[in-house]
């Protein structure tokens, strides 16, 4: 699914790239001051909420989707040179909650919602007026909740939180002046040793920036 999703967005900014209509707005002359923005996107995520005990015993680490996830965000971000825009913004993600699909019978059900807050620092490199692709680099505090159900029926449930860092890469399109479409991979370590749930959190988001 993600590649799927990086593939269109992608396909989607080389078309426009070729396109032969200039922007009718100069980044220079709109950035050379800052901006503040804000932005939410849709996210697609993969993680393992299997424990280091169920790793161990081989149990199948199968899950299916519970939910949607999205972010949303806002920030400040200036021109520094002449084609690199320097931005830094604060973040609150809600992942898509997991359901562990296990073959064993005798294994409980177990379902996962995470949500996190962080910062990221992020620079885009302008390819012109209207296309950027860059780095970008954050701290994000998760929360992951996972209830688990007993064989008798009861519902207990687990927090487990760890601090990590995330990194990744994005690519925008200013279909507007003061609006820009944006496509994101980004990936982060979470690990937790009092529950014993460590796994790698990869994500594509999908979303929109409205600078201010």
């Keep these: 699914m993600k590649k799927i999703i990086l593939a269109v967005a992608f396909q989607l900014i080389a078309f426009y790239s070729s396109a032969t209509m200039a922007a009718s707005y100069s980044i220079k002359d709109l950035y ?21 005990d169920q790793k161990s015993r081989g149990i199948d680490g199968g899950t299916e989707r519970v939910g949607a996830g999205f972010t949303a965000h806002a920030g400040f971000e200036t021109l520094v040179m002449k084609n690199w825009m320097v931005g830094i913004e604060v973040e609150f993600t809600k992942y898509e909650g997991k359901r562990l699909t296990s073959k064993s019978i005798n294994e409980p059900s177990k379902t996962a919602k995470a949500h996190g807050v962080g910062a990221n620092i992020k620079a885009d ?7 950027f692709i860059g780095p970008q680099v954050g701290i994000q505090h998760v929360t992951l909740n996972t209830d688990v159900s007993a064989p008798n029926g009861s519902t207990n449930t687990f927090k487990s939180s760890d601090t990590m860092l995330t990194y990744g890469v994005q690519a925008g399109y200013h279909i507007r002046s003061d609006l820009t479409a944006n496509v994101e991979f980004r990936r982060g370590k ?23």
């Excluded at 001051?33 to 993969?46: T, V, W």
């Excluded at 490199?125 to 296309?131: A, P, T």
């Excluded at 979470?190 to 201010?212: A, C, N, P, Y």
């Design 32 to 52: 050379s001051s800052g901006k503040y923005y804000a932005g939410a996107n849709y996210i697609n995520s993969d993680y393992d909420i299997r424990d280091s």
């Design 125 to 131: 490199y302008y390819l012109n007026d209207e296309f």
């Design 190 to 212: 979470f690990s937790d040793r009092k529950s014993g749930l460590e796994t790698d959190i990869e994500s594509v988001m999908i979303g929109f920036e409205f600078k201010i």
